[in-house]
């Protein structure tokens, strides 16, 4: 009888190990003993499995004439009918538990759905508990949705509670050539906590215009309910679709920082000649050690014999600035060990030796680069953190950058005085301190709304004044920042209470105002009070201050909620591009569109709930350099307005 016509439960439990015309023989997947089947009988099995396995006869009895009406269906986004098969011997409830961690599986270690269909994944699930039954990929991927479901109504109840939020946007192409469009949300919760969530991965099916991408977009706050009063800040890439789409959706646009590095360091490199040069000579060189083992076994001999850590060289990636740092500190660190195995005969032919050396000018622009390229390095790894806020630093590290790490010395060679005022230039054309809006920018409200940098001494008195200004005028307005009242009202406002406190002071006892006992102070009073609080030191979390001070500057806080999610760089997004690569595999190429949504959504939303191990060490290192580098921010910062 073929396997397709065995219809009988018990054949769940046994299978075929022998066969002739005669006669056949079987074996138990439980306990292995072999039994004679013929003439089409399962009576010798079923009396097996009442003896030897009474729990699973029982089962089976039970739900035996159950078995085949248990299925469910469900339509596929085509509109085909996809079964839902449930016609295992176990309960029905705890089949749909296991089907559901199986997905959440899927989702969260990024395995194919198909990996289902494996015939060693089904041996392997039977081997585990017989009464499970695999379900098919159709119905995986049914539970994925489910998930997928549940937690988006999660997420969008979270957000219904929130005063104030931003995104974050990126474009990736898939190997299918498919476009996708990234969209991330950041808030500061009512507990003062930061949150970093995937709102979607869609596919952008026209044209990548703006018009389209904000199309997109708007969608997605349809689908999450959110207003767009709501939204404070829109962190993007420079490109012009970007920009386009910004400008369309009408909401604060932020540049990425990370992507500002990144062109003005590229640009940098390759516009200074030497530099260029000395970059593509390096990368050869270390392209000849990752292509040689016999040169890479060699190198690391020397290491060993120094007493030295095994470290594998860097190579440089165009499209990443900070590799071409971590390539020159790798090859300062072996410099006497290339040399070696370079002047090895044994492993390098004297002609390869002789292109691939570097010269001596070569070596010192790489030795004078690493220091001035660290501070960039530890500001770009501050900014794409997602622990705490990064957009009220930006312009307390530009400023530090510009007076103090990349500030030209008469030591400096050529080269590394012409990056440093390259990269300058560049940075102070995207961050024009000396434009008249300057006051509306997010990351400059971001910087005076962090307790640490709220003296704001790196602008001129006028522009502190209208920043001021511009904050007060947010206080009093509930609607989006592009709604606010105008600054000059604002301004005349401040100047008109000031006059009233000089004809108090004047007047003195002669004069007095109402009893004022219960009434809030204004949104200006409140501001001056947060203004003359006791500073803050570089080291504190501003988020912490604010969790415990809120009730002390009620209004501002609100205000901070608002602002301080907002991200400096657009790298939550990217991030997701790693997820997605994993997701949309040569193998996977084919997934549908929503289904890839849906994977990348639960993915990031199981990996949020799991405990975070091992990373205290590195969230140490990382305050470091981000307690260092903002330390250093502060030093002379009354410089930044010369």
Not at 48 to 57: M, N, Q
Not at 190 to 195: V, Y
Not at 256 to 268: K, M, N
Not at 387 to 403: A, W
Request: charged share 25%; hydrophobic share 35%; glycine share 4%.
């Amino acid at each position: 009888m073929s396997d397709d016509r065995r219809r009988s439960e018990v054949w769940k439990f046994f299978k075929v190990i022998e066969s002739n015309q005669e006669k056949k023989k079987v074996e138990c997947s439980m306990c292995y003993t072999e039994l004679t089947y013929s003439g089409g009988s399962t009576g010798t099995m079923t009396n097996h499995l009442r003896l030897k396995h009474s729990e699973v006869f029982i089962a089976s009895q039970a739900r035996y004439r159950s078995t085949r009406s248990c299925k469910s269906t469900y339509t596929r986004r085509t509109n085909q009918p996809v079964i839902v098969s449930h016609s295992s011997l176990m309960a029905k409830d705890e089949w749909e538990k296991c089907t559901a961690k199986l997905a959440a599986m899927c989702a969260f270690d990024l395995r194919p759905i198909s990996i289902v269909e494996g015939t060693g994944f089904k041996e392997f699930i039977k081997e585990l508990n017989p009464l499970y039954e695999v379900p098919d990929r159709a119905t995986v991927a049914h539970f994925v949705r489910l998930q997928y479901e549940e937690e988006k109504q999660t997420l969008r109840e979270k957000l219904a509670n929130q005063v104030g939020m931003a995104f974050t946007l990126d474009l990736w192409v898939s190997v299918a050539t498919e476009a996708y469009v990234t969209v991330t949300t950041h808030f500061l919760d009512e507990n003062w906590e930061l949150n970093n969530c995937i709102l979607a991965t869609k596919e952008v099916e026209e044209q990548h215009t703006g018009l389209n991408i904000s199309t997109e977009i708007r969608k997605l706050l349809t689908e999450f309910d959110i207003p767009e009063k709501k939204i404070y800040g829109l962190v993007t890439e420079n490109s012009a679709n970007m920009v386009n789409c910004g400008n369309g959706l009408g909401w604060p646009q932020v540049k990425c920082f990370g992507h500002t590095l990144q062109l003005s360091i590229r640009g940098a490199f390759d516009e200074v000649r030497a530099l260029s040069d000395t970059i593509a000579a390096a990368k050869m060189l270390v392209a000849y050690f990752h292509g040689s083992a016999s040169a890479t076994l060699e190198l690391q001999s020397q290491q060993k014999q120094l007493e030295l850590s095994e470290h594998i060289l860097i190579t440089d990636c165009t499209s990443r600035w900070n590799t071409t740092f971590d390539m020159f500190e790798c090859l300062v660190r072996e410099r006497l060990n290339i040399h070696a195995v370079l002047n090895c005969p044994e492993v390098t032919k004297p002609s390869d030796a002789m292109n691939l050396t570097l010269s001596d000018s070569q070596w010192d622009i790489i030795e004078a680069m690493v220091p001035v390229l660290r501070p960039l390095h530890v500001a770009t790894r501050i900014m794409c953190s997602q622990e705490y806020p990064t957009l009220s630093g930006v312009y307390p590290i530009l400023c530090s950058l510009k007076n103090q790490h990349l500030r030209v010395k008469e030591t400096d060679i050529e080269a590394v005085a012409d990056f440093k005022r390259i990269v300058v230039s560049v940075l102070e054309m995207c961050y024009n301190t000396a434009d008249e809006v300057l006051c509306q920018d997010p990351a400059l409200i971001c910087t005076f709304l962090d307790p640490r940098y709220k003296s704001l001494l790196f602008l001129k008195p006028s522009q502190r004044e209208a920043v001021r200004a511009q904050v007060v005028s947010y206080m009093q307005s509930d609607g989006p920042p592009g709604q606010s009242r105008s600054l000059r009202s604002s301004a005349k406002r401040l100047k008109s209470d000031h006059s009233q406190s000089d004809m108090a002071f004047l007047l003195g006892e002669y004069y007095q105002d109402g009893d004022d006992s219960d009434s809030s102070p204004t949104p200006e009073e409140e501001l001056g009070q947060y203004v003359l609080s006791k500073a803050v030191p570089t080291a504190v979390n501003p988020i912490a201050w604010w969790k415990e001070n809120s009730t002390s500057f009620p209004a501002v806080a609100k205000l901070a909620r608002k602002f301080l999610c907002i991200p400096a760089t657009a790298v939550p997004s990217e991030r997701v591009f790693s997820t997605a690569g994993d997701t949309l595999t040569k193998l996977r190429a084919s997934l549908d569109p929503d289904t890839v949504s849906e994977l990348i959504f639960v993915n990031k939303v199981l990996r949020t709930k799991e405990p975070q191990q091992d990373t205290d060490e590195a969230r140490s290192a990382e305050r470091e350099d981000t307690f260092t580098l903002q330390h250093q921010v502060l030093i002379k910062q009354e410089d930044c307005s010369s």
